[in-house]
Nanobody, 118 residues
Framework: QVRLVESGGGLVQQGGSLRLSCVASGLSLGFSTYTIDWYRQAPGKQRELVAEASSTMTTTYPDSMKGRFTISRDNAKNTVYLDMDDLDPEDTGIYFC??????????WGQGTQVTVSS
């Protein structure tokens, strides 16, 4: 059974930082072969991509996310991190991770809530 478990969310003041973690288990092809993405969904809005860490250790960010978010992965721990700096109330939402592999499909975690107060 595949499980992706996000953690590290919480309440933080504007300008603060958080580190989110996504721990995966049960991926049949081995964690290192999967691309791991972080998405977020703000209240009343669509889910949007925040960052991507590929199986080749390449990281990608949408233009709107560049500068304050850093994704990294530790394959030995089956974990991907999202470091978020200089947080703004607009960053409030549920943050999800997913794993993707063309030979195995896509799996999602349940999400972790991030709330940024002004």
């Amino acid at each position: 059974q595949v499980r992706l478990v996000e953690s590290g969310g919480g309440l933080v003041q504007q300008g603060g930082s958080l580190r989110l973690s996504c721990v995966a288990s049960g991926l049949s092809l081995g964690f290192s072969t999967y691309t791991i993405d972080w998405y977020r969904q703000a209240p009343g809005k669509q889910r949007e991509l925040v960052a991507e860490a590929s199986s080749t250790m390449t990281t990608t960010y949408p233009d709107s996310m560049k500068g304050r978010f850093t994704i990294s992965r530790d394959n030995a721990k089956n974990t991907v991190y999202l470091d978020m700096d200089d947080l703004d109330p607009e960053d409030t939402g549920i943050y999800f991770c997913n794993s993707r592999n063309v030979y195995d499909g896509t799996y999602w975690g349940q999400g972790t809530q991030v709330t940024v107060s002004s």
